[in-house]
């Protein structure tokens, strides 16, 4: 009924294919290469990003033609003060 050397026997064989298992997962996670492994913190970054996208919308949807009304504004004050330095730059007659 126990044989101490039938059950050693398959403890050992057991134990071989435990770690023939192990190898070939190991092996085959080394073959998918390290570039497909990401940082632990990649999800952070992920949405970190996704919600820099988003403010950055809400910004431009908020702020966006107060910026254009100031370029233009800008434009309209260097062109004055363009024709303003060009007339003083006229001799006088």
Not at 48 to 77: F, K, N, P, T, W
Request: aromatic letters at 4%; proline letters at 3%; one cysteine or more.
């Amino acid at each position: 009924m126990y044989d101490r050397n039938l059950i050693e026997a398959h403890t050992r064989t057991r134990q071989q294919d435990l770690t023939r298992e192990s190898e070939m997962a190991r092996l085959a996670e080394s073959a998918q290469g390290s570039h497909d492994r990401q940082p632990f913190y990649a999800p952070a970054l992920a949405k970190m990003g996704a919600m820099m996208v988003e403010m950055g919308s809400h910004l431009q949807e908020r702020y966006g033609e107060i910026c254009e009304d100031v370029a233009g504004v800008r434009a309209e004050l260097g062109a004055e003060a363009s024709a303003t330095q060009e007339t003083r730059a006229l001799p006088a007659r």
